[in-house]
């Protein structure tokens, strides 16, 4: 999660302003100007570095371009009319059920690929075409997103979802004062 805090402290800056005086209205110009730094550097950092590179500076760079890039969109997006086509893309259903889960798939997808490896699942299971292994890396990917999708699903309902319903006894959401369980 270090590695990661940037993705946290955009989402969680969003919506501290969009909760503060003004709400987003009060970031003007700067979720435009945002996407478009993030856009160029990071267009020109694969220019320069290439797609495969592992220098660890680059890559925590990148991340954290792509949580403000990603930051940047759905300001936008929510400053946007509803009819707007960046609001339907994201409000999309596929897009909202990754958003439902992407915790959860996060946190699964990495120890399912070990696992997956752990069992004999291989990328080279599948014949190369071409010389290429792009087939095998799709089926692979497929399998380890599929499972890290239930796994997601199993998550939501037994631990996420009751939890999230303790959050009244917590802080009274909803005008509610606390009470006692």
């Not at 946290?8 to 501290?16: F, I, K, T, V, Y």
């Not at 570095?49 to 997006?77: K, Q």
């Not at 792009?134 to 998550?155: K, M, N, Q, R, T």
């Amino acid at each position: 999660m270090p590695t990661r805090m940037d993705a946290l402290a955009a989402g969680a800056a969003l919506a501290l302003v969009a909760r503060g005086a003004g709400g987003l209205q009060s970031l003007g110009r700067w979720p435009g100007a945002t996407l478009a730094f993030s856009l160029g550097v990071g267009v020109l950092l694969l220019a320069v570095h290439g797609v495969r590179n592992i220098d660890p500076l680059i890559r925590i760079l990148e991340h954290s371009l792509l949580a403000a890039t990603f930051a940047a969109l759905i300001a936008m997006a929510l400053l946007s009319a509803r009819g707007s086509v960046l609001r339907l893309v994201l409000g999309s259903v596929p897009l909202v059920v990754l958003g439902k889960y992407s915790y959860a798939l996060y946190v699964f997808h990495h120890p399912i690929v070990l696992l997956m490896q752990d069992f004999g699942v291989q990328v080279h299971l599948v014949p190369s075409v071409f010389g290429s292994q792009w087939p095998g890396l799709a089926v692979f990917s497929a399998i380890a997103a599929a499972l890290s999708f239930v796994c997601a699903l199993l998550s939501w309902r037994f631990v996420e979802a009751p939890m999230l319903r303790l959050k009244r006894y917590l802080n009274g959401s909803e005008g509610e004062r606390p009470r006692n369980p």
